[in-house]
């Protein structure tokens, strides 16, 4: 995959859900984007799991660094998109993409790689359980990365009834923070991004 077939993809991408989905809050904009492909380049994954598709922004981006052989499992619950995704992973070149369609609870216990990324964007409300599933099949040193863990600022709130997913989120943000097999640090690039890596 060269840099400009990314681009063009990429540039796909946006364009496509901005007119076709009233959700394109949920597309990683292009300065997530270029931190997740500088990531992954430093990083140069073997593999790579990502919860949450959507229409594979972030997916072609971690791909960037994803060393010979290696592979990229995605999954998304929705299939309304589908094409988006498919259509810009052909454009790019990238071959080493699986798609899973399905729920993330479901599919990740039939996955048997070891991950040295694993990217998490989907239901805010499942965050937790994402983060138990996926645990034992990161790599020792390997990294957790979780998207909206700022939310907007809603975590934030002194509220005493908030909405479930700011709930979720910041249980979850307790929970990494608390857990003592990982290190963390929040970024606050867009709606904020963990970094946990696993020690």
Do not use: C
């Not at 060269?2 to 076709?20: N, Q, V």
């Not at 999954?75 to 094409?83: K, N």
């Not at 040295?116 to 390997?142: C, Q, T």
């Amino acid at each position: 995959m060269t840099s400009d077939e990314l681009k063009k993809a990429l540039s796909y991408i946006s364009r496509e859900t901005h007119l076709r989905t009233k959700s394109y809050r949920m597309l990683s904009d292009g300065v997530q984007g270029e931190f997740l492909q500088a990531f992954s380049m430093m990083l140069r994954p073997k593999n790579i799991l990502e919860i949450g598709t959507f229409t594979g922004y972030a997916t072609l981006s971690l791909s960037r660094g994803l060393r010979s052989g290696g592979v990229i499992d995605t999954i998304e619950i929705d299939d309304e998109l589908t094409d988006v995704f498919s259509t810009a992973f052909k454009m790019a070149g990238q071959e080493s993409i699986i798609t899973h369609s399905g729920d993330a609870k479901d599919i990740i216990p039939t996955l048997d790689r070891v991950y040295d990324i694993v990217y998490i964007d989907a239901n805010k409300r499942e965050y937790a359980l994402y983060y138990d599933l996926v645990f034992p099949k990161v790599s020792h040193g390997g990294y957790i990365l979780v998207d909206n863990v700022i939310w907007s600022g809603k975590i934030f709130s002194q509220k005493k009834h908030l909405d479930w997913q700011t709930e979720a989120i910041i249980a979850f943000n307790e929970k990494i923070h608390n857990d003592s097999r990982v290190e963390v640090i929040t970024l606050p690039i867009r709606d904020g991004l963990s970094l946990i890596k696993k020690r």
